[in-house]
């Protein structure tokens, strides 16, 4: 539920702009205030007098509207509100997002709120997939902006493809997480997931079978605490969950180096299949076959280990560190040295020989390692497994 809650809802000027009419709606089923905002091109799909029915409020269309400004001035509506949404986000407010503009009221307000905000992109195939798109994108991801969407699917200008807005209890769930009062309110868990590709020239890597789905759990489950969660991914097969924000990278050094960006944490959390190789001649171009029919030779560099870089950091190494450990035999003995060897505070270690159906599976059993000992859970779906140690990282982090 999100009684009480003030949501300042941005409606940018895109076809879903419709669906936002019902996110009005059931936003306030669940009991919040929902204060409207429409840029001039919103009015264009919806009209200000059915926003204003629906939210029972009056609607914010104008900069320089000056009752408003005498009323409440366009500083304080950014800030009464507990979290903005922009909904739908067009590729327009994006790019003013991204570049800092304040020419109008909607992006004014984004410039001066000191709340958090989510956006529900929409757009076109090709506009979402626009490098220009993708660049601010990124950008937005590094201001903390959180994302909802966009969804696959076909859309109205009769293309296929992503850039359709989320479906509304997608966006609402991505409210619903990022006002949560849990218990992990105003920490921040940095969590790592997936696997890591490495190089061998530009058009071949090597990698693993994660799937990305154990620490895409963890991000959620921490999420859904309260904890401000940074997702340092490689190219996962599940996608990142709502709510995160989420940075994407490639290699093992890459994720260290946004590990190490997303310092200070209050936790870690290293789910990530890191490679610990990687090919240390891989080459600039494509390798070609030269006709001897020798293959080439790969040599291997071992690549930074982070879970321990960051357990071993002297100063401002987060308050609980916890790491998995894969194994396919002495799981226990294993682990426990995996822990005193990388220093980290927790291992997570679960048996991932192939008859377990573990990797690439929905279930986990996993035995929990600390100073104390080691603990044996029985064996659960992945996201109860998540849910359980999110609980254990909030005691641990809120007894520090
Ligand atoms: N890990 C890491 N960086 C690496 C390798 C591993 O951060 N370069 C982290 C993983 O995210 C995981 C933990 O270390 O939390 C253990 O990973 P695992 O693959 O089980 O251990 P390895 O260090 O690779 O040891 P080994 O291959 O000897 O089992």
Redo the contacts with the bound molecule.
């Keep these: 539920m999100l009684t009480g809650k003030r949501v300042l809802l941005i409606i940018g000027g895109g076809i879903a702009a419709f669906k936002s009419l019902d996110l009005i709606r059931r936003l306030r089923d669940q009991g919040a205030e929902v204060v409207p905002v429409l840029t001039r091109a919103a009015e264009e799909f919806v009209t200000p007098l059915s926003v204003s029915a629906l939210a029972a409020q009056k609607v914010y269309r104008d900069l320089f509207d000056l009752t408003d400004e005498a009323e409440m001035g366009h500083i304080e509506l950014s800030r009464a509100a507990d979290l903005v949404v922009v909904a739908p986000a067009t590729a327009d407010l994006m790019a003013k997002m991204a570049s800092g503009l304040a020419n109008d009221l909607a992006s004014t307000l984004l410039m001066a709120t000191d709340k958090r905000v989510l956006i529900a992109p929409s757009m076109n195939v090709r506009m979402w997939e626009h490098p220009a798109t993708q660049r601010n994108l990124t950008v937005l991801h590094g201001d903390g902006i959180l994302v909802a969407g966009p969804d696959k699917g076909a859309m109205a200008c009769g293309e296929f493809g992503p850039g359709r807005m989320a479906e509304v209890p997608e966006i609402i769930d991505a409210i619903d997480a990022a006002l949560r009062d849990g218990p992990l309110k105003g920490r921040h868990v940095i969590v790592?997931s997936g696997p890591t590709h490495e190089p061998i020239d530009p058009v071949r890597y090597i990698a693993n079978r994660s799937s990305g789905a154990q620490g895409t759990a963890m991000a959620e489950a921490l999420r859904d605490l309260g904890a401000t969660v940074t997702f340092v991914t490689g190219p996962a097969d599940v996608a990142p969950p709502p709510g995160v924000d989420v940075v994407r990278i490639e290699t093992?050094r890459e994720m260290l180096a946004a590990v190490q960006a997303a310092h200070p944490a209050d936790a870690a959390v290293?789910?990530?299949?890191?490679a610990?190789w990687r090919v240390e001649n891989a080459s600039g171009s494509k390798m070609k076959k030269d006709g001897s029919g020798k293959a080439p030779a790969l040599e291997f560099a071992e690549?930074?280990?982070?879970?321990a870089t960051v357990s071993q950091m002297d100063e401002g190494r987060p308050g609980l560190v916890v790491?998995?450990?894969?194994?396919t035999d002495d799981v226990v003995e294993?682990a426990t040295a995996?822990r005193l060897r990388?220093q980290c505070d927790w291992i997570v270690a679960n048996d991932v020989s192939v008859e377990t159906g573990i990797m690439g599976g929905d279930e986990n059993a996993i035995v929990l390692i600390d100073a104390e000992g080691a603990d044996v859970w029985p064996r659960m779906a992945k996201r109860d497994v998540a849910r359980l140690l999110a609980q254990r990282i909030a005691d641990a982090v809120g007894a520090r």
């Design positions: 790592t093992a290293f789910a990530a299949a890191v610990d690549n930074p280990d982070i879970l790491g998995f450990a894969a194994e294993n995996k990388k």
